[in-house]
């Protein structure tokens, strides 16, 4: 006879045919929540320490321009003040206090004296301004200046760093020259009280005490004619054009075309800062530093070039390919879970796919053995009906039939399973009963 499947049993069958289904999307929620709790407790910091120079610097006016973009986008930034370039470097590369990013100068450190930092590349170019009193006459070199009492900036910062190298290489010792060491404003003051003969500076031409040094008229600038020399022999170095009249058009500032030499301003981070804040800073240092002024031109910086130390990864790859896909459109805090939700979810979904694939296929083996253990006694009875009389098997048949009978009230055996099942109990009865 032929089985007819009632129609009650059709919801178990379609059970069964979502439950693929159902168990992946199962996996993939499991997946997700441990994402999220992944994420809050190993989410980037929201917090940055910048080790910059002396108040009203451009290494400490630029840290504040950083810090108040990093503001918009829920990242605080503590604003180290210090002497200088060298004293960055020496608090950056130090365990005394937590810095994760500093100024600093090309030439002042490489990989193996610094193996705790990367770059993230230059971003300006800083000349070496030496101011001289006019009543001495015109001088053009370094070696011009034996005998004469010079000023350079104090201890850790990067103009005594590299005026020092500078004097050094050009023969100048305690024995033919006088050197003192001085803030800014204690420089000037020496200079323009004829304390002081010379005076070694380092800031942008766009620093208004730079600018002020052009402008008085018992000072002169030096046009340094051994500028292309000291580059040859120090590569970290650049020759700077300034043409006549850039500072003031009206007053013929400087009054010739002027060669200098400048290095260039590297910002640096510890390699344990999180690739986040990395990405995001690199973004704000392109917007801050991207525009043209009096030295560089437009796009000229941020740059991958005079870097010292290995570029970070993320500053390679985004010198490479700009900001990353995500901070392009989406806020810092979001771009970040994002990324750290991709982070976990990719090598989860790597795994959790060709499983969901298994996953079923076990539970339909699961479901088929509890068929097949009956199916087996089914097979037992019906080959000891051959040996042995059948009154003795009725209890046994009655056992199995009340075994599929409960398996109709366990949700995940199909139906039409359990139905089957049952016929063929049947028909072993009928024959036993009919030998």
């Known amino acids: 006879m032929k089985l007819k499947i009632p129609a009650s049993a059709t919801p178990y069958l379609a059970r069964l045919d ?4 159902f168990v992946a999307w199962l996996l993939i929620a499991i997946a997700f929540a441990a994402t999220l709790l992944y994420f809050f407790y190993r989410g980037p910091p929201h917090h940055m320490v910048i ?16 810090a108040a973009q990093l503001k918009k986008q829920g990242v605080s930034a503590t604003i180290v003040a210090t002497e200088g370039a060298l004293d960055n470097l020496h608090r950056i590369n130090g365990a005394k206090e937590r810095v994760d990013v500093a100024f600093m100068d090309g030439g002042m450190t490489d990989e193996a004296a610094s193996p705790d930092l990367y770059s993230l590349g230059s971003v300006a170019y800083e000349p070496l301004w030496i101011f001289y009193r006019k009543p001495l006459g015109k001088r053009t070199t370094l070696a011009s200046l034996k005998g004469l009492r010079l000023v350079i900036g104090p201890q850790g910062s990067g103009a005594n760093f590299l005026s020092r190298k500078l004097l050094r290489a050009a023969g100048f010792d305690v024995h033919n020259s006088t050197i003192l060491e001085a803030d800014v404003d204690s420089a000037r003051k020496l200079l323009d ?11 942008p031409l766009e620093t208004p005490y730079i600018r002020a040094l052009f402008m008085q008229d018992n000072i002169a600038v030096m046009n340094m004619a051994e500028a292309e020399a000291l580059r040859r022999v120090m590569p970290f170095l650049h020759v700077i054009e300034v043409p006549r009249s ?25 390699r344990e800062t999180h690739s986040a804040l990395i990405y995001l800073l690199m973004s704000i240092i ?16 941020p740059a991958d070039k005079d870097v010292d130390l290995p570029l970070s990864p993320q500053a390679e790859i985004y010198y490479k390919d700009g900001k990353p896909f995500l901070q392009r459109y989406l806020p810092f805090w979001l771009a970040s879970l994002v990324e750290s939700l991709l982070k976990v979810m990719v090598p989860l979904f ?19 053995q509890k068929t097949t253990r009956c199916y087996l006694r089914l097979m037992a ?27 109709l009230h ?7 399973d359990v139905y089957i099942l049952k016929e063929h109990i049947e028909l072993v009865r009928r024959k036993l009963a009919s030998a």
């Open 18 to 21: 979502v439950l693929p289904r």
């Open 381 to 407: 009875l019906e080959k000891r009906a051959n040996t042995e009389p059948h009154e003795n098997l009725q209890s046994e048949f009655a056992a199995l039939a009340a075994t599929v009978d409960r398996h």
């Open 193 to 203: 009280t004829g304390q002081a003969d010379a005076g070694f500076f380092m800031d």
């Open 246 to 270: 850039t500072v003031d058009l009206a007053g013929g500032r400087p009054p010739e075309d002027l060669k200098v030499v400048a290095t260039t301003v590297v910002v640096v981070a510890r």
């Open 286 to 301: 392109d917007a801050v530093h991207e525009p043209p002024t009096l030295l560089q031109r437009e796009n000229e910086f």
């Open 51 to 66: 080790a910059t120079g002396p108040e009203g610097s451009y290494f400490n006016r630029t840290a504040l321009r950083y």
């Open 350 to 368: 790597a795994v959790l796919i060709p499983l969901s694939n298994y996953v079923p296929r076990a539970i339909r083996w699961r479901i088929q």
């Open 410 to 416: 366990d949700k995940s055996i199909p139906a039409s």
